[in-house]
């Protein structure tokens, strides 16, 4: 189990998006990324998450960022629980098979629960990592926190 560290360059992955499209990290190369581990879709904090991720959206674009969503639920779950919550820009990204496989690449796994911690890691245009933070499960990002670091570039 690999441990994400400021500076570092991320492990590339790939995965399927809520409408079954392949999405690549390493494509995004030249833009910054946030990567927003949940715990489990159909959670309250999840989807306070989530929607927050949608809101800010706009905000994302203008600051040269993509943000996901990323949990160890199956593609049809993601779908339905995009279009209960209003997800129409955010892609919510499926960490299902090999059960966990990025979240235990990036050392945020909870063996125990089967489910990522709850985090958010931000790298930049050269998929180095620029900021790292778990949270406790129960608590909400901090959005404000992370438009800081988007905006600074660190």
């Known amino acids: 189990m690999s441990e994400i560290k400021i500076g570092d360059k991320i492990q590339d992955f790939r995965l399927r998006d809520q409408k079954q499209k392949e999405v690549h990290l390493y494509d995004f190369s030249g833009k910054k990324v946030l990567?927003?581990?949940?715990?489990?879709?159909?959670?309250?904090?999840?989807?306070?998450?989530?929607k927050s991720l949608e809101e800010n959206h706009e905000m994302f674009t203008g600051l040269n960022t993509v943000a996901f969503g990323i949990s160890v639920d199956p593609i049809p779950s993601k779908r339905a629980w995009a279009k209960e919550l209003g997800?129409?820009?955010i892609k919510l990204l499926s960490d299902f098979w090999p059960h966990g496989e990025v979240a235990r690449a990036y050392g945020i796994f909870?063996?125990?629960e089967g489910v990522s911690q709850r985090?958010?890691?931000i790298i930049d245009e050269e998929?180095?990592?620029?900021?790292?933070?778990?949270y406790p499960m129960?608590?909400?990002?901090?959005?404000?926190?992370?438009?800081?670091v988007l905006e600074q570039g660190r």
């Open 138 to 148: 129960h608590e909400l990002p901090d959005m404000a926190k992370i438009a800081k």
């Open 110 to 112: 909870r063996e125990k």
């Open 127 to 134: 998929q180095k990592v620029i900021f790292f933070e778990e």
């Open 87 to 89: 997800i129409t820009h």
């Open 35 to 50: 990567l927003s581990f949940h715990p489990l879709a159909w959670t309250s904090v999840c989807a306070e998450q989530m």
């Open 119 to 121: 985090a958010n890691i």
